[in-house]
């Protein structure tokens, strides 16, 4: 299938601002799908409410939007129900681990088959610009005029703890590199955790004085380096790239099919 058979083409142009990187995420996503060769009948997109969310509308998939920060647990309830189904779950800041953030880890845990793609603009663009669990201190947002003074989580960190047997990160600037994460990670048999950095040249790049889409990409190419890379040894202060965890364990519908097995048997 082509690339333009995969969306909604009739609900374009979208609505994100000028210069947002989701819809660069949008591309690296739905290429990931079509260098896949995916049949579109099989898959399912579950997400919540924001400005990543809006992603269920322009994908042909089977999608659900749903509640803020629940996209998980839908998906859960998919996944559950037909498991031969590939699942993906697009999440911003908040959906993903604010009022999200206990749906994450208990996925995470649980390893369940589903993909969880968590795009980090570190801010809450469509509510106004409110600093979010991935902004960090020292950032400007309209519920921190006067600067945020709270902790960043670490998305690959976090994931890594909670139990997610796939783990990485790129960013809007990297767009091949992240089709390439997420192409593993939809194959990956597992809760996998793509986090990709996304810029948000409205509230976020504004009110930081990071200048407009093009410089934030620029911030992304800089700030970052590849695991492993002479760059990061030099600099640990750069954010990393790559593949953190790949390692099988049990995946959760395929246990519970025993319990179901032995359930069977014992009502016999």
Same mark, same amino acid.
């Given at each position: 299938?082509?690339?333009?058979?995969?969306?909604?083409?009739?609900?374009?142009?979208?609505?994100?601002?000028?210069?947002?990187?989701?819809?660069?995420?949008?591309?690296?996503?739905?290429?990931?799908?079509?260098?896949?060769?995916?049949?579109?009948?099989?898959?399912?997109?579950?997400?919540?409410?924001?400005?990543?969310?809006?992603?269920?509308?322009?994908?042909?998939?089977?999608?659900?939007?749903?509640?803020?920060?629940?996209?998980?647990? &839908?998906?859960?309830?998919?996944? *559950? +129900?037909?498991?031969?189904?590939?699942?993906?779950?697009?999440?911003?800041? @908040? #959906? %993903?681990?604010?009022?999200?953030?206990?749906?994450?880890?208990?996925?995470?845990?649980?390893?369940?088959?589903?993909?969880?793609?968590?795009?980090?603009?570190?801010?809450?663009?469509?509510?106004?610009?409110?600093?979010?669990?991935?902004?960090?201190?020292?950032?400007?947002?309209?519920?921190?005029?006067?600067?945020?003074?709270?902790?960043?989580?670490?998305?690959?960190?976090?994931?890594?703890?909670?139990?997610?047997?796939?783990?990485?990160?790129?960013?809007?600037?990297?767009?091949?590199?992240?089709?390439?994460?997420?192409?593993?990670?939809?194959?990956?048999?597992? &809760?996998?955790?793509?986090?990709? *950095? +996304?810029?948000?040249?409205?509230?976020?790049?504004?009110?930081?004085?990071? @200048? #407009? %889409?093009?410089?934030?990409?620029?911030?992304?190419?800089?700030?970052?380096?590849?695991?492993?890379?002479?760059?990061?040894?030099?600099?640990?202060?750069?954010?990393?790239?790559?593949?953190?965890?790949?390692?099988?364990?049990?995946?959760?519908?395929?246990?519970?099919?025993?319990?179901?097995?032995?359930?069977?048997?014992?009502?016999?």
């Amino acid at each position: 299938m082509a690339v333009k058979d995969y969306l909604r083409e009739r609900f374009f142009p979208h609505m994100w601002c000028p210069g947002c990187g989701h819809g660069t995420i949008l591309n690296s996503l739905i290429r990931a799908v079509e260098e896949l060769d995916l049949n579109k009948n099989e898959i399912v997109m579950t997400s919540g409410i924001g400005c990543s969310a809006r992603i269920s509308g322009y994908v042909d998939f089977h999608s659900l939007h749903t509640l803020h920060g629940r996209a998980l647990t &839908f998906a859960t309830g998919v996944k *559950l +129900s037909r498991p031969h189904l590939k699942v993906l779950v697009p999440m911003g800041d @908040g #959906d %993903a681990l604010a009022i999200g953030g206990n749906h994450f880890i208990h996925a995470a845990r649980r390893n369940i088959d589903i993909t969880a793609i968590v795009m980090n603009n570190r801010i809450y663009g469509m509510t106004g610009g409110q600093f979010s669990p991935l902004s960090g201190p020292g950032v400007k947002a309209t519920t921190a005029p006067f600067l945020t003074i709270d902790s960043s989580f670490d998305v690959v960190e976090l994931a890594k703890a909670a139990g997610a047997t796939f783990v990485a990160r790129s960013t809007a600037y990297h767009a091949k590199e992240a089709t390439g994460y997420l192409k593993k990670a939809i194959m990956h048999k597992g &809760f996998s955790v793509v986090e990709i *950095l +996304s810029q948000c040249p409205t509230h976020y790049g504004r009110k930081n004085k990071e @200048g #407009d %889409a093009v410089s934030m990409l620029e911030l992304h190419k800089t700030n970052t380096a590849p695991l492993g890379s002479k760059a990061l040894k030099e600099n640990p202060s750069l954010t990393p790239r790559g593949i953190f965890v790949d390692v099988e364990r049990p995946e959760y519908c395929s246990e519970y099919d025993k319990i179901i097995d032995y359930a069977m048997k014992e009502a016999r």
